[in-house]
């Protein structure tokens, strides 16, 4: 019988969680649950990490860690799985009932219409109907628009004719994960989390747990729903503020001004915050949650948040102003583009991580397709894969045989030193766009390439 945290006083909890006497499920071990996951281990309590990816919960059991790109944690995970602190499975209706707390990581994606698709924790929902009791407390981590914690998950919890109660048989409550993929140890350590419940009673409770694991503070939400729009509050922040700078890097472009210079010299008054061009904003979360906010208010009026469908919009326009800067360096080099082969640095939507997830990079490289050009790859994290149709060449020196030009797509650690003497007399026609803001546009014109970046005004 699971132990019900919310009839226990602080000091009780205290001992269980001292004591290491509760058992703690993570429902989706993914980019995110799985370093929960760990961090819960490593707290000493006892975790089940629950997946449907059984390749995933294979590679658990037999110590093989799956997150090679997320630093810090490949020694916590020898460590927990030695000391048989975490276990996976496939099996939710005979892991869920052994649980005292059950923490759910799972995907909160969109559709390609860009409508928001919450099926994963509505079908963990209706398992959960099932499988709870005794008042296990329910942690969602996934990042939902506001509301929908209190409106259609509590109901797939409770059930048609709520045959299971809320505050009585099991205990709602939230905590958004705000971490950044590639430095989620750092974020864990350092972010203050955020806590909201159905039952006021839960928070506390929710927060001696985070304390114990995370040592962080934790910020008290009046409820569900303000949690969850704090959360993307800070990330559409980022979307639009992105957008802005997209802009400005268009302008720029046109005036002859570095948009690089720009931020950099704007940063010194103390109430602007750097945000910075690119070639668009990808991932599984920054536009996601422009779009959960949008889905929020068209439920109220179709005008609301006008700044977000624009910013949206704005970013992503920016492959296609990726390509007009390739058509403009090849009118430069009075080479034609049909028929020359192009290679791309970088897929990932975001540096030195292994994550395709709503990438630019799609967007660029369906363009480059639709003109018939022959296109490379290259990104440090996806050799040996195939990306978006395209075999990832086996290293730098092999994309850059036969290629024409280059688009610097991800500002990977690897590309930031990009030799550019040896790409000028590699390339047959030595062309290079930056999306990325890491190649010194007088550096590449003095090595003899023909230079475009986006957002960079004075090079032309
Ligand atoms: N990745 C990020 O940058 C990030 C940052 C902060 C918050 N978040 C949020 O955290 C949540 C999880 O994101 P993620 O990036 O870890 O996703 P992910 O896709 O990496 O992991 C989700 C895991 O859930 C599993 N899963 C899917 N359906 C399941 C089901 N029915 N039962 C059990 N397991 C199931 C998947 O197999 C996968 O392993 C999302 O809401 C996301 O928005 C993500």
């Known amino acids: 019988m699971p132990t019900n945290l919310s009839i226990l006083d602080d000091s009780q909890i205290q001992d269980h969680l001292k004591n290491h006497s509760l058992k703690i499920g993570v429902v989706g071990i993914g980019r995110i649950g799985l370093p929960t996951a760990l961090c819960v281990a490593n707290s000493g309590l006892e975790t089940i990490g629950i997946d449907i990816n059984k390749n995933l919960v294979d590679m658990v059991n037999s110590k093989d860690f799956p997150l090679k790109d997320e630093p810090e944690f490949d020694k916590i995970f020898d460590n927990v799985i030695s000391q048989k602190k975490l276990s996976a499975t496939t099996d939710i209706n005979e892991a869920i009932p052994k649980c005292d707390v059950i923490i759910l990581s799972l995907p909160t994606p969109m559709n390609n219409q860009n409508i928001p698709d919450y099926n994963a924790l509505l079908t963990v929902g209706k398992n959960l109907h099932q499988l709870l009791s005794n008042g296990q407390i329910v942690i969602v981590e996934s990042t939902v628009e506001p509301g929908f914690i209190e409106n259609e998950l509590l109901q797939s919890i409770e059930g048609p004719n709520k045959s299971l109660k809320s505050g009585i048989d099991f205990h709602l409550a939230v905590c958004p994960e705000t971490a950044n993929p590639g430095e989620i140890m750092k974020d864990f350590q350092n972010l203050p989390r955020l806590v909201g419940s159905i039952d006021e009673k839960i928070s506390p409770i929710v927060s001696l747990l985070y304390t114990h694991v995370f040592g962080v503070e934790l910020i008290q939400m009046p409820n569900c729903k303000t949690a969850n729009a704090v959360k993307l509050t800070t990330n559409v922040f980022r979307d639009i503020n992105i957008a802005f700078v997209n802009e400005l890097a268009l302008l720029f472009e046109k005036l002859g001004i570095d948009t690089y210079t720009v931020i950099d010299a704007a940063k010194r008054k103390y109430n602007f915050q750097p945000h910075f061009p690119g070639p668009g904003v990808g991932g599984p979360c920054l536009p996601v949650n422009s779009y959960q906010y949008l ?149 590449a014109q003095s090595n003899g390439i023909t230079f475009r970046g986006i957002g960079r005004g004075d090079n032309f």
């Open 295 to 443: 889905n929020s208010s068209k439920k109220i009026d179709r005008n609301f948040l006008k700044i977000v469908q624009d910013a949206r919009k704005i970013n992503e326009n920016m492959p296609n102003h990726v390509i007009n800067l390739l058509n403009d360096a090849y009118l430069e080099s009075k080479k034609p583009l049909e028929n020359s082969t192009v290679t791309l640095l970088g897929v990932s939507y975001k540096p030195n991580v292994h994550d395709i997830q709503i990438a630019p990079s799609e967007k660029i490289i369906k363009l480059l397709d639709e003109k018939n050009i022959k296109l490379k790859i290259f990104d440090p994290f996806f050799i040996n894969e195939t990306v978006f149709g395209y075999r990832v060449e086996k290293s730098i020196i092999d994309a850059l045989i036969d290629t024409d030009a280059i688009i610097l797509v991800t500002a990977h650690n690897e590309f930031k030193k990009l030799n550019l003497t040896s790409i000028s007399s590699s390339l047959n026609t030595p062309i290079l766009i930056d999306c990325t803001g890491t190649i010194d546009p007088k550096t």
